[in-house]
């Protein structure tokens, strides 16, 4: 009997000494907090403070973590912790009427922070349907310029074949052909030698002598 006795006695007495230790060590997380919030640094604040609740969950360090919150624009999570204050600490607390006002503030506060943001969203979803718009339409103007070059190349290329099959169909005039030429050059020829035969008297150009005077032999005198 006196053994279990002695056992529970030091359980109790390393219990209280593990919650002596606990609120110690809460202690110095609360003080470090406190200087952190002084000089503006609230995430730094708000992390000191929820380590020393993890150790020692007091109601007051719920009303500072609320404090951190606040200050770093979070009202919705400042919400949640100024009503667990209230649920927690006592009914004669001195910070109880402060934080009733404050979770009206907070409230209000939150409510246009979420407005905000759903204007912001329609905002933003407006802007990209105008950009999906936009970028539709200079598709479809690519798209009209593309369809144009191919039916501008298609019609030319039409063209070409048209010409090439006309070409390649036309029959050649008979003056077109080599020979023909030829065969008036050789007939041109032949007749002005037959008219000067038959013509003998035929005034012509006679040609120069040596010493610069007129060789009549063999024409007209």
């Keep these: 009997m006196r053994l279990a006795w002695f056992v529970v006695v030091i359980t109790v007495l390393a219990s209280a000494t593990a ?13 470090v907090a406190a200087q952190h919030y002084k000089l503006g640094r609230f995430q730094d604040a708000l992390d000191e403070y929820s380590k020393a609740y993890e150790l020692v969950p007091a109601a007051p360090l719920l009303f500072n973590i609320a404090q951190c919150w606040r200050n770093l624009g979070n009202h919705e999570r400042a919400v949640f912790f100024l009503e667990g204050y209230l649920r927690e600490a006592k009914a004669d607390a001195s910070n109880r009427p402060i934080a009733q006002e404050l979770v009206v503030e907070e409230r209000r506060l939150y409510q246009e922070q979420q407005e905000q943001a759903r204007k912001h969203a329609a905002e933003e979803r407006q802007r990209q ?15 009209k310029l593309i369809e144009a070059r191919r039916l501008r190349e298609e019609e030319e290329a039409r063209r070409v074949s048209a010409l090439r099959k006309a070409e390649a169909s036309r029959m050649p005039k008979v003056w077109e052909k080599w020979w023909f030429w030829s065969v008036v050059g050789g007939v ?8 000067w035969y038959f013509n003998p ?8 002598g040596t010493l610069g005077t007129a060789d009549h032999r063999g024409g007209t005198p």
């Design 19 to 31: 919650w002596a230790d606990s609120k110690e060590e809460a202690r110095e997380h609360t003080k």
């Design 129 to 143: 349907d105008e950009s999906e718009q936009d970028r539709r339409a200079r598709e479809a103007e690519e798209r």
């Design 188 to 195: 041109a020829i032949a007749g002005g030698a037959a008219a």
């Design 201 to 208: 008297d035929v005034t012509t150009v006679p040609p120069m």
